[in-house]
């Protein structure tokens, strides 16, 4: 058994020493190393790798060899010769040893955690908050309408408009509450040679080249023993260049490398299709089918301890369906104007969903139990989103499911405006899709032992894909309330204007306070950059959804094609300093092409909305009634005409001035001896320009404008009617 060391003892020998596996484990030993951190493998390199973790492999007592094979596999040993990829062990036959009690120690520094925890306080305030303001302007709204005895339509279409801004921010914090329990899921790795089969599954289709050649060879790289894996580069592109590639690699350098490219006939499935297509292949290999299956995005590079890690998980537990480690990028443009980054997501929300047991499955990196795969009927059809798709219908049966925050494996964003309006549009019709065919996790064979937090978790998110279409309808109706000219803010006593202002300052500085709190494991500057992105990629969920959901063939509707985000290819390489595109093909593909026209239209309509209203209020007599009048039309707080604008700019500002990206071997660490290529550890972190300043300067000035309002409020008289 693996002793357990004290944190005076050096962390080192403790990987060196294995005892014999003849005995069973039961359950399997775990090490507490909590003392002694492993080194962060963001500062990985090709050539300068981490200390790994393999162990010298044992050899079997000699009292075994009288065993009969039954009583072997009872005993967790081999049955046949220990380096055949048939042969299968017990979990408990596998050596695990805890580094620290907590996977995201070299994500989140002990300050920021601590800090966290106040977060579900902070997220219950700002919902709390806005809620009391809420239902104090209903209240006020209709209480004006008894005493003067006329409707405020207008009034009420502002209200309306407000509620669809706040309700998918409502819709996430009110789940981060509800999920407010802590997540204490250790860091683990699965030590020796005597380690479960794993067929990776690399899913390709027409991506460069050279990309799936780089991930090719790290995944081949990583630290496993070699004849306990297999990697096969899943091509739905069936590229000779590629074939020919892969199969000079696999001759020279990894014979556990392997090419397949299926027959298409449609309907093909897509990516969905493609993984059917590889799940069948690796029956037929010598050796068989291995007992997981474990995927990579075309671009997305492990790290060398991918495996190990997640396998750790994977064998800790008989009903652990699939295990998945979060997407990060090692291309982000410094500032990341478009949002591009997933941190939010994978930083915040899917720890949150680990921590009740819902975690779904992020596309790239996991490993799933062949096993739970088939009880589920294999790889699902029908949704662009087939790894939320699988993780729900494994849920739904009663698997588990589990989020390692580790930082396991690096990719690529879409380096062009187009690609990334197709991945994001394609990413909510798969939400969306998934939660039709499983109707909407309330019902259904599917999902009958899907856990309350389960179905909380697929409502709250595929709610808040579908209100994306209604955000539109808020964006459109705040200028036109605006220019119309009517009462938006009803009041009966001047009393009533004050409060209405007050619970205004306070939700909005709750909101900005609990922005901070529950944003520390991505950063303040990122919940900024969501927010807008939220706003600006509206108009294209909408169209999204309309087309694929609601509209018939003849007017228009359409189902969305799939697309890898490694295959779309800008025409612009606005990224290339050297050869992107002049402005006026920019302008003429961002704003025609990508129909960002509509963002510039939107933005001309509010600002004539805005001077027009502000003209009406220069027009009244006497500066009381115009200070009313402007205070209560577009100088209302927080001014939500101020960051929409601010959001619709940010296509302009793209195709003005694009960011800059160095050539991308300048962001990998190659080893010139293997070939294998990892991301640099510089560019392996977010970072930031001084446009993330401008715009939170405009946040700033309408914080403060809203706390002058507050004060004032206690200062000055204001009129009643």
């Known amino acids: 058994m693996l002793e357990a060391r004290s944190p005076e003892e050096d962390f080192v020998p403790i990987f060196g020493r294995l005892a014999s596996p003849m005995l069973p484990r039961h359950p399997s030993p775990v090490l507490s190393a909590d003392s002694s951190r492993a080194p962060s493998y963001r500062e990985t390199t090709a050539c300068n790798s981490p200390r790994t973790w393999s162990l010298e492999k044992n050899s079997i ?23 055949s990829f048939e042969t299968f062990y017990g979990d408990s036959a596998y050596d695990i040893v805890k580094l620290h009690k907590h996977d995201d120690i070299d994500l989140m520094p002990k300050w920021k955690k601590t800090l966290f925890r106040f977060a579900p306080v902070t997220t219950a305030g700002a919902v709390g908050s806005y809620i009391l303001y809420f239902a104090f302007r209903i209240y006020c709204t209709k209480d004006s309408q008894d005493t003067f005895q006329k409707t405020y339509w207008l009034a009420w279409f502002f209200i309306v408009a407000e509620a669809l801004v706040a309700l998918p921010a409502l819709f996430h914090q009110a789940w981060l509450i509800l999920s407010a329990r802590g997540r204490k899921r250790p860091q683990l790795r699965i030590v020796g040679d005597f380690a479960p089969t794993v067929d990776v599954f690399i899913t390709c289709c027409k991506e460069n080249v050279d990309v799936i050649l780089d991930t090719t060879r790290a995944a081949c790289g990583v630290d496993y023993p070699r004849d306990r894996f297999r990697v096969v580069i899943l091509d739905d592109g069936q590229d000779i260049q590629l074939k020919k590639s892969v199969e000079h690699l696999s001759m020279v350098q990894f014979p556990n490398l392997y090419y397949h490219a299926r027959v298409k006939t449609k309907p093909h499935h897509a990516k969905a299709g493609n993984l059917i297509g590889g799940t069948d292949f690796v029956t037929k290999l010598e050796g068989g089918a291995g007992e997981y299956i474990a995927a990579l995005d075309a671009d997305m590079i492990p790290e060398p301890s991918w495996l190990r890690a997640i396998m750790a998980h994977a064998v800790s537990d008989s009903k652990m369906a699939l295990v998945c480690p979060p997407q990060l990028f090692y291309n982000i443009p410094k500032g990341d104007l478009l949002a591009q980054s997933l941190d939010a997501f994978v930083h915040i929300v899917e720890p949150s969903k680990d921590a009740t047991g819902v975690a779904w499955c992020t596309g790239s990196g996991y490993c799933i139990r062949r096993a739970a795969l088939m009880d589920i009927g294999g790889w699902p059809l029908g949704s662009l989103a087939e790894d939320v798709c699988t993780s729900s219908l494994l849920l739904g049966k009663g698997w588990k499911t589990a989020y390692v925050h580790e930082a396991l494996q690096f990719g690529e964003v879409p380096d062009s405006f187009s690609g990334h309006l197709k991945q994001r549009t394609r990413w909510t019709l798969g939400t969306l899709q998934t939660a039709v065919k499983l109707r909407w996790f309330l019902w259904g064979k599917d999902i009958k032992q899907m856990t309350f937090f389960a179905r909380l978790s697929g409502i709250v998110f595929s709610m808040d894909a579908l209100f994306k279409m209604f955000m539109l309808i808020s964006m459109v109706t705040i200028p036109v309330v605006l220019l119309s000219g009517g009462t938006l803010v009803a009041y009966t006593t001047s009393n009533q204007l004050r409060w209405q202002i007050r619970l205004c300052t306070i939700s909005l500085l709750l909101t900005m306070m609990n922005l901070v709190v529950s944003y520390l494991p991505s950063g303040y500057r990122l919940g900024r950059q969501e927010g807008a992105a939220t706003i600006w990629m509206t108009p294209y969920h909408a169209i999204t959804v309309l087309r694929s959901f609601l509209l018939p063939s003849w007017l228009g509707g359409k189902s969305m094609s799939f697309s890898s985000s490694g295959s779309i290819k800008g025409a612009l390489n606005e990224r290339d300093p050297i050869t992107r595109a002049p402005l006026h093909r920019r302008l003429k593909v961002v704003m025609i092409d990508c129909g960002a026209i509509i963002h510039l239209a ?25 200070l009313q009048y402007l205070l209560t039309h577009a100088g209302w707080p927080p001014m939500l005409w101020v960051p929409m604008i601010n959001s619709a700019l940010i296509p302009l500002r793209y195709a003005l001035w694009p960011p800059s990206m160095p050539d991308r071997e300048e962001l990998l660490d190659r080893c010139p001896k293997t070939g294998i290529a990892h991301p640099k550890a510089e560019w392996k972190n977010q970072r930031w320009d001084v446009t993330s300043h401008f715009q939170e300067a405009l946040y700033t000035l309408a914080a403060l404008y809203t706390v002058v309002l507050f004060i004032g409020t206690f200062t000055f008289e204001f009129i009643s009617r």
């Open 61 to 83: 007592d000699e009292k075994t060899k009288s065993l009969d094979p039954v009583s072997l596999s009872i005993l967790g040993l081999p049955t046949v010769s220990s380096t």
């Open 602 to 626: 939107f933005i001309l309509f509010t600002f004539a909305a805005v001077i027009a209203s502000c003209v009406r209020a220069f027009e009244r007599d006497g500066n009381w009634s115009r």
